[in-house]
């Protein structure tokens, strides 16, 4: 999985080979839309809700087991779930779940432990939403977007949570691979 963050809420993702694109249409001003969306196999909504993600309801979903050579693979490999307001999953074979958030935390069930979280927002909104999501079910990583300042503020408020949680900086425009 490779992700590069933009800005806001945008963020282009290599992920169960194919190229996603979330909030295209609210990328910083000086991203060229066009290239951003060049060659993505699926772009889509989030931060500002995009009625054309299917529901799933995150206390009871479970990710999707790749199938053996045998069985039948005719699967799509990447899903897009929305799981509330200004939340996302990308379900993609073979990876981990990733977990967008810019909004509000949802309820989230046992697959958070192997999960991939980015929180989008200021310090404080990100320090409320790692506590929060730190105290139910720690996932694997957190990646922070967000402006230096706000990173910083963020860090300093859930360092004392993590307990075996990765956390880490995205850079804007610059690629994270996990």
């Known amino acids: 999985m490779k992700l590069t963050w933009f800005g806001g809420t ?15 249409a609210l990328a910083p001003v000086g991203i060229d839309a066009a290239e951003l969306v060049s060659g993505a ?6 931060a500002g809700g995009d009625a054309g993600l299917p529901a799933v309801d995150p206390t009871v979903w479970k990710p999707r087991r790749v199938p053996r050579p045998l069985e039948d ?15 996302v999953l990308v379900d993609a074979l073979g990876e981990p779940p990733l977990l967008l958030v810019a ?30 999501l730190l ?17 910083d503020f963020a ?7 993590l307990d075996g949680t990765g956390l ?11």
């Open 103 to 132: 909004g509000e935390l949802p309820r989230l069930g046992r697959w958070m432990g192997d999960a991939v979280v980015v929180l989008f927002g200021d310090g404080a909104a990100m320090s409320g939403l790692g506590e929060a």
């Open 155 to 161: 860090i300093t408020a859930l360092r004392e949570h």
């Open 168 to 178: 880490v900086s995205l850079e804007a425009r610059l690629a994270l691979e996990v």
């Open 41 to 46: 196999d699926r772009v889509f909504g989030f």
């Open 73 to 87: 693979d005719s699967q799509v490999d990447v899903i897009v779930w929305a799981v509330g307001p200004g939340a």
């Open 10 to 24: 945008t963020m282009r993702m290599h992920i169960g080979g194919a190229i996603l694109v979330a909030d295209a």
């Open 135 to 151: 105290d139910v079910v720690p996932p694997r990583l957190i990646g922070l977007a967000g402006s230096e300042e706000d990173v």
